[in-house]
């Protein structure tokens, strides 16, 4: 069973600070990562992507990914209100050709005023 | 583009009835995935097509459910006959190629009593 795990939360932090989400993943060949933010009631919504080693940013948020050690995070610098959401960590299982994204269960961030 | 379309919002329906969730994918994408979510188990993959044929049907929990894609534009999941276990919000996402991440629809809040 490929699995993507996730600390549930809920991860507390105090608006400004740097926040960071955490996931790991247990198919060594996954190629593909992706954070997504989910609202309560809306639909996920892909905001990062990273498919190397090393870090990409977008703006505030800086994803990490680490082959090695299978381990991918989130950093959300300057965190605001608006920040508050469930991340959901995704990861392509390569079976063939069967690519499909197994998700985590999601950390719950709340950014406190 | 309108995104990914699903319909309806919410179903409010009795054990025992058939319900049918409908989704309609980017104009352009060439694999569609429904997905099922709870707060207990997340987002659980139902089931998978690309180019309108099924790929992997192994999520789909029990003979009650069936989905079917006729063409590149449409798809349904139905649940015959419904029961409580079966309320969640199930969500539809398409996707351009393996590369990219998935496209999340509003999904449908099923509440089945």
């Known amino acids: 069973q490929k699995e993507v795990e996730q600390n549930s939360g809920p991860l507390s932090v105090p608006e400004g600070a740097i926040a960071s989400l955490n996931c790991t993943y247990s198919d060594r060949v996954s190629q593909s990562f992706f954070w997504y933010r989910q609202y309560s009631g809306k639909s996920p919504e892909l905001i990062m992507s990273i498919y190397s080693n090393g870090d990409k940013e977008d703006g505030r948020f800086t994803a990490q990914l680490n082959k090695a050690s299978q381990y991918v995070s989130l950093l959300i610098r300057d965190s605001q209100p608006s920040d508050s959401a469930t991340y959901l960590c995704a990861v392509y299982n390569s079976g063939g050709s069967n690519y499909k994204l197994t998700f985590g269960k999601g950390t719950l961030l709340t950014v406190n005023p | 583009d309108a995104g990914v379309i699903q319909s309806p919002r919410h179903e409010v329906t009795e054990m025992g009835q058939e319900v049918t969730l409908r989704c309609k994918p980017i104009s352009g994408h060439n694999s569609l995935f429904w997905y099922r979510q709870t707060m207990m188990r997340g987002l659980e993959l139902l089931i998978y097509f690309n180019n309108n044929v099924p790929i992997d049907d192994s999520g789909m929990p029990e003979d009650r459910f069936s989905a079917k894609m006729p063409n590149a534009s449409f798809s349904t999941l139905k649940i015959q006959p419904s029961e409580p276990r079966d309320s969640a919000v199930y969500f539809c996402?398409?996707?351009?190629?393996?590369?990219?991440?998935?496209?999340f629809g509003s999904g449908t809040r099923l509440t089945v009593v």
């Open positions: 996402a398409s996707r351009l190629g393996t590369a990219y991440g998935y496209t």
